[in-house]
């Protein structure tokens, strides 16, 4: 099965937020009540109920009173995921036959390790204390249907289709290289920006807390090892040694 | 023979509970770093096991501050026949080593308690700071330094509780029985313990 991707293009996003209300009307989530923080902005930040927003971004421009970007924001279906590494619950985030990462909240243990390992800050928790995010909609994507988002996008701001077809057709037409096409192993969310990711609000190079990447290598296999490693200690004195005798002592 | 009181009733019970409670967690915690699904058939689930694993932790927690008053003040006094002990690699490396003498607890002791005691300490706090999210600027950071504190510990525990329980039971025959009966023969503790045993008036 081919990694299935979408290319988010910021300029031709209007700001209609139809992916919003097409995400949250497929995923059955409800409405959250938010407050008006003098931007358009709305709501503020993704929620355990939202899986996915847009971001405003307002910048002084020349040509316009104000140059507008709106950029979609969720969760990046990273190919080396930070959430699925720290995650102690076997089950609980997965990756789907399309690249997706998916989550079984049954699984989910509620120790919210994920929001801290992710380097896009994504993943909320619900009420219960279930992980809860965007999973590119992947009971759609196994049907063969596109995520909800891209199919509700009037403008092609958001594509959907396979990864490697996106990029292709990103470069002829000029990108070369999106953003998200090798970060974390390659992203399953990725854009065609004009100006450098910090101007979308983005981080330049995204990467999982290096304290994570240590644990996962080095104090991870060192806990199965060391274990063994005293235990062959403890044996091999016994045997080569032996015990402390004292004479007359027991 | 005579024989003489090492530890007490209370600090005995206190010692299996912090040992069990260890094992539950240290079991669980490998359950979670290597997603041993085996371990539902102990547990029932991972969200049992969870739950499991937290609730020992405040067990370990409270077992482990008693502790400090049994062995803190005894492993702080460290002079120079423990060093002398640690150079002579405990006696342990030859059938002939001789050591010089110990107190109540020998250098090696010592040296346990001290890492079990910080180690223990550490884990707790970071253990509580991911389970309980206390109200922080960035949890998130704070999330991400307790789990590399969690598991730095947790390392440090498993390679020295294994070897505590080779040198308390196989290594050295006649220590088990402190933790069970909480006495010893007065000559086994004379070989083992001299500044003890004359501490105390023998
Ligand atoms: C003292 C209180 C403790 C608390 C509150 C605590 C809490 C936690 C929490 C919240 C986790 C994350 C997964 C989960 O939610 O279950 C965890 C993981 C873990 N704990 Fe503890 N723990 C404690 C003590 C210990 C002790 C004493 C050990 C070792 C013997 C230990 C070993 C582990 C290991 C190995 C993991 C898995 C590491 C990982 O996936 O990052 N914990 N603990
Ligand atoms: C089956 C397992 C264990 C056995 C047979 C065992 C046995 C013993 C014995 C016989 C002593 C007394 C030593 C003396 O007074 O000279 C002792 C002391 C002690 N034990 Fe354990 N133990 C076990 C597990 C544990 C665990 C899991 C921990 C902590 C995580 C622990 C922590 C301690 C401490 C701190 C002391 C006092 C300091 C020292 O003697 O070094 N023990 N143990
Ligand atoms: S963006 Fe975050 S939540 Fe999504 S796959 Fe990557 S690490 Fe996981
Ligand atoms: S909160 Fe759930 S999904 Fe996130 S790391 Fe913990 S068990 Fe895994």
Redesign the pocket.
Same mark, same amino acid.
């Given at each position: 099965m081919a990694r299935k991707a979408l290319l988010i293009s910021p300029e031709l996003c209007i700001g209609c937020r139809g992916c919003q209300t097409a995400c949250k009307s497929w995923n059955r989530l409800p409405a959250t009540k938010t407050v008006n923080k003098g931007s358009a902005e709305n709501p503020p930040d993704l929620t355990p109920n939202l899986y996915n927003k847009i971001r405003y971004v307002e910048m002084p421009s020349n040509s316009n009173t104000v140059r507008w970007l709106f950029v979609s924001q969720r969760c990046m279906h990273c190919d080396d995921a930070g959430c699925i590494k720290i995650c102690p619950a076997p089950g609980a985030l997965f990756k789907t036959k399309e690249g997706a990462v998916g989550f079984d909240k049954d699984k989910c243990i509620g120790c919210k390790l994920c929001v801290a390992g992710c380097p896009f800050d994504v993943p909320r928790y619900d009420e219960k204390d279930k992980v809860s995010k965007c999973h590119l909609c992947s009971d759609r994507i196994a049907e063969g249907l596109m995520p909800a988002c891209a199919k509700t996008c009037p403008t092609g701001a958001i594509a959907y289709g396979d990864r490697d077809a996106i990029i292709g057709k990103a470069q002829k037409a000029g990108y070369q290289k999106l953003y998200g096409q090798t970060d974390l192993g390659g992203l399953g969310i990725m854009y065609a920006f004009k100006d450098t990711p910090k101007v979308y609000g983005m981080d330049e190079s995204p990467a999982i807390p290096e304290t994570i990447v240590f644990w996962h290598k080095v104090l991870k296999p060192l806990a199965y090892w060391g274990l063994g490693g005293a235990a062959a200690v403890s044996l091999l004195h016994y045997l080569v040694i032996g015990p402390k005798k004292d004479e007359g002592g027991e | 023979m005579t024989i003489i009181r090492?530890?007490s009733a209370f600090e005995i019970l206190n010692?299996?509970v912090?040992?069990? &409670? $260890? $094992?539950i967690l240290?079991i669980s915690g490998f359950g979670f770093l290597f997603h041993l699904e085996q371990l539902n058939a102990v547990f029932g689930s991972f969200n049992v096991m969870k739950d499991v694993h937290n609730y020992a932790g405040l067990v $370990?927690t409270a077992s *482990?501050i008693l502790?400090i008053f049994?062995?803190l003040p005894v &492993?702080l006094k460290f002079g120079a026949d423990d060093i002398a002990w640690f150079l002579k690699g405990g006696g342990y490396l030859s059938k002939k080593a001789k050591v010089p003498p110990q107190d109540? *607890?020998?250098a @090696?002791?010592?040296?346990?308690?001290i890492v079990? *005691?910080l180690s @223990?300490l550490a884990i707790a706090a970071s253990g509580f700071a991911v389970w309980l999210r206390p109200q922080v600027p960035d949890i998130r950071k704070l999330v991400v330094l307790s789990h590399l504190v969690h598991n730095i510990a947790f390392d440090l525990?498993i390679i020295? =509780?294994p070897l505590?329980?080779y040198?308390?039971?196989l290594a050295?025959p006649g220590?088990?029985?402190?933790?069970?009966t909480g006495t =010893?023969p007065l000559e086994w503790a004379k070989k083992?313990?001299a500044k003890w045993v004359q501490r105390i008036g023998y």
């Open positions: - | 090492k530890a010692h299996w912090l040992a069990a &409670s $260890f $094992f240290a $370990f *482990l502790t049994h062995y &492993s109540e *607890l020998n @090696g002791q010592k040296l346990y308690y079990i *005691l @223990g525990m020295a =509780v505590h329980i040198l308390a039971t050295n220590t088990l029985r402190i933790m069970i =010893v083992r313990h």
